[in-house]
């Protein structure tokens, strides 16, 4: 049986865990999702703390360096989370267009010598 690389990637794309689904990797969904989710979670933590120091910086008509500090670090986390969000996205897009294309790809030992033999397909047309 033979799986669609691009049908996985579409799926993926739509709902993340989802080309793992339909590649039968079900192990892999909630690794995507616990990645996406904790790095969502950061994120959103960061991005409040931010949007607190913004404000006492503002507050304190822009004289506290302290709020400044606080506020540039969660800004740089903030930012730096984002980009770990949309690498996991990506990255589990490619483990989906991987893992079709190796979808029947198959090493067993063989029975008489008990070494592993590497079945390869060519397609004649």
């Known amino acids: 049986m033979e799986k669609s690389p691009w049908g996985a990637v579409l799926r993926s794309a739509v709902l993340p865990g989802f080309g793992q689904f339909y590649n039968e990797s ?5 690794v995507v999702w616990g990645f996406i989710g904790y790095f969502g979670y950061v994120w959103i933590d960061n991005n409040d703390s931010y949007k607190q120091y913004r ?9 506290n360096p302290d709020y400044k500090r606080l506020r540039d ?20 897009l490619v483990d989906a267009y991987v893992d079709a294309h190796l979808f029947d790809f198959n090493v ?3 029975p008489v010598t008990r070494t592993p033999q590497l079945g390869v397909k060519f397609y004649l047309r």
């Open 108 to 110: 067993t030992p063989d």
């Open 26 to 30: 079900y192990w892999k969904i909630p």
């Open 55 to 63: 404000d006492l910086y503002v507050e304190s008509d822009f004289k």
């Open 73 to 92: 670090f969660y800004k740089d986390q903030r930012d730096e989370f984002a980009i770990y969000i949309v690498l996991t996205y990506f990255l589990q």
